[in-house]
């Protein structure tokens, strides 16, 4: 398996991804921003740029992403880990697992990630916990047509180190 981070150039390849993640884990995911700007280009671009995305590769075939941004609650060793999706026939296979030593690989500065996991998403909380991340016992709850509500976990030092180095 290979990671690889995305530059400006992969914009329709992020963007198929993500459209892909939403439409096949509709509960795991809040942002209706990203199906309906589909087919804005800028707006693809601005995501590129803006943060850091990760994929995963077995082959010629992408089986996961992964995002890294920057969290405005926190100083700038802290990170937020977000859009986190495998693809279903390559789930329990470590590739999460890799695309997130990658990310913490490649931000040696970083020394906490935060993941927002939304209520009901039990299988994602199982796995974060499996991966080292811990409660931070806060929670909120998002407005929307639907309110729901999420909780949030975070990966310290202990949690990094327990990720290994990539194989
Ligand atoms: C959550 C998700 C990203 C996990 O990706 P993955 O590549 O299957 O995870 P990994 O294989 O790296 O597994 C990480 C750990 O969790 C465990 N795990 C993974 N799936 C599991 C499952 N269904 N049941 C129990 N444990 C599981 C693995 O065994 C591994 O632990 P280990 O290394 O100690 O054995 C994937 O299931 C997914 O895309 N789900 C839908 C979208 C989603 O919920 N995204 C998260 C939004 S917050």
Same mark, same amino acid.
């Given at each position: 398996m290979d990671v690889e981070v995305l530059t400006d150039d992969d914009w329709k390849l992020l963007r198929d991804l993500r459209l892909r993640a939403l439409d096949e %884990?509709?509960?795991?995911?809040? %942002?209706k921003a990203d199906a309906t700007r589909a087919g804005d280009e800028a707006y693809w671009h601005e995501r590129c740029a803006r943060d850091t995305w990760v994929i995963a590769r077995i082959g010629q075939e992408v089986v996961g992403m992964a995002c890294s941004v920057q969290d405005p609650?926190? %100083?700038?060793d802290a990170r937020h880990v977000e859009s986190v999706w495998v693809e279903p026939a390559h789930r329990r296979k470590g590739v999460l697992r890799a695309m997130l030593r990658h990310l913490v690989e490649s931000e040696p500065g970083v020394h906490s990630w935060f993941v927002w996991v939304l209520d009901g998403n039990e299988l994602a909380r199982d796995v974060y916990e499996r991966l080292g991340f811990r409660s931070t016992g806060e929670r909120q709850t998002l407005a929307g047509a639907v309110e729901r509500s999420e909780a949030r976990m975070r990966l310290d030092d202990v949690g990094i180190r327990g990720l290994g180095s990539a194989p």
């Open positions: %884990s509709p509960g795991a995911f809040l %942002s609650d926190h %100083s700038s």
